[in-house]
């Protein structure tokens, strides 16, 4: 362990509840299952895997992670918690055996965290763990879920703009707005559709070609690589590929009067970059708040109320909690970011003292 990061002070200073370490020799399984806060309900959150080159990286994303669905859930007003796992290690060592094995670990917690799907974990591996415990949700349709979430996620995003964009010109409007898309995945795709309706001037970029092809011949759009769009006169940017990808350097570059996008944990640094926006007059739709539409929809499939009328309807009133979020960035003077924080930590510290 590096001197400036020590895990006992993380949890004991109250920053996390419990931190789950799994391991299986035999199969080469290691995973950390990290609970961030249960006050509003059991935590929820997505099991990655992906190669990190330290476990103590690995150990990072999850903390990082977990904390950050702990915001969003309380956000978007559901009686749920934060947590995340990863699975740290090659791809090639994922088998039905191997995520059974992870799954048997989940089933141990009993019920206090329950895992979605995130980065390197497939449908059918969901239903593999769901074959070892009921702790399993985001499942295909055909198998009692509500299926992919990337719909209900984009269209949060979608009303996330257009309210930012009232707050910014006075109305709501994305007709002519230049908007940037980086990442033209599941929810960017979807989110092009809304945006397309509302005769939005559409820019995109990604780094896989035949996506990128498939959306241009689609759609009314243009095409541009990543480095071209930071520094575009835009209404719009979205970031809807990666996360970390608001840093010193790209903010130097920005010239867009908001940002608006699906992309988890968008901000390198959340304590200097929203400052650094802030200072730009970029209005910051914090990712926590606008991307809670997954969230919503695994939520609904948890407490078992499959109706996705109502995973809509929730994730409409993003529209209004993105309002409540900017007017009270504005009112303190306070980034759009540590404005957002205040609302979720008030809304969990206000349940901890009942
Ligand atoms: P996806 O994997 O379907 O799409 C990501 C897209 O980004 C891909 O087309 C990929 O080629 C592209 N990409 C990767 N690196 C890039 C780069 N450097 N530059 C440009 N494009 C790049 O993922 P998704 O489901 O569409 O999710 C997009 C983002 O939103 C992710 O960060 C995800 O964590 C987040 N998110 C998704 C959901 C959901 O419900 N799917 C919910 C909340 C947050």
């Known amino acids: 362990m590096q001197n400036n990061f020590n895990l006992s002070d993380k949890i004991f200073n109250q920053d996390h509840e419990q931190i789950v370490y799994c391991s299986d020799k035999d199969l080469g399984l290691k995973a950390i299952i990290g609970i961030h806060d249960t ?8 099991t990655r895997m992906w190669n990190y080159s330290t476990e103590q990286d690995g150990l990072k994303d999850v903390l990082r992670l977990s904390k950050a669905m702990s915001l969003k859930s309380s956000l978007a007003g559901l009686n749920a918690g934060g947590g995340k796992a990863v699975i740290i290690g090659d791809l090639k060592l994922k088998n039905q055996n191997f995520i059974k094995k992870y799954a048997s670990f989940i089933n141990d917690i009993n019920g206090k965290y329950w895992t979605a799907q995130d980065v390197n974990i497939s449908s059918q591996d969901m239903i593999w763990m769901k074959d070892v ?4 949700v985001g499942m295909p349709e055909d198998k009692g ?3 992919d979430s990337s719909h209900p996620t984009a269209y949060g995003v979608y009303l996330g703009m257009k309210a930012a964009s009232k707050f910014v010109y006075g109305n ?22 809304y ?3 509302e005769n ?25 690589k990543n480095s071209e769009l930071y520094s575009m006169d835009l209404d719009i940017f979205s970031p809807c590929a990666l996360g970390g990808i608001l840093n010193s350097e790209s903010i130097k570059k920005l010239k867009c009067k908001i940002v608006a996008g699906a992309a988890n944990n968008q901000l390198e640094d959340d304590k200097t970059h929203d400052i650094e926006l ?18 919503i929809s695994v939520y609904h499939e948890q407490i078992q109320d499959l109706s996705k009328e109502k995973v809509f309807a929730m994730t409409e009133n993003i529209y209004s909690k993105v309002e409540d979020v900017l007017k009270l960035s504005s009112k303190n003077n306070i980034s759009t970011n540590v404005s957002a924080m ?7 510290n206000r349940n901890r003292k009942k």
């Open 145 to 147: 879920g509500l299926g």
């Open 195 to 197: 945006l397309a309706k």
């Open 133 to 136: 415990t009921p702790f399993v």
């Open 200 to 224: 939005a001037t559409i820019y995109v970029s990604d780094i896989n070609k035949e996506i990128l092809k498939n959306i241009t011949d689609k759609y009314k759009v243009r095409s541009f």
């Open 172 to 193: 709501d409007s994305l007709e002519g707005k230049k908007i940037a898309l980086q990442g033209i995945g599941k929810v960017g795709a979807k989110l092009i559709e």
């Open 342 to 348: 205040k609302i979720a930590l008030d809304r969990i």
């Open 278 to 295: 802030k200072e730009k007059n970029i209005i910051y739709v914090p990712d926590f708040l606008i991307n809670a539409g997954g969230v």
């Open 39 to 46: 006050t509003l309900g059991p935590s929820i959150g997505g």
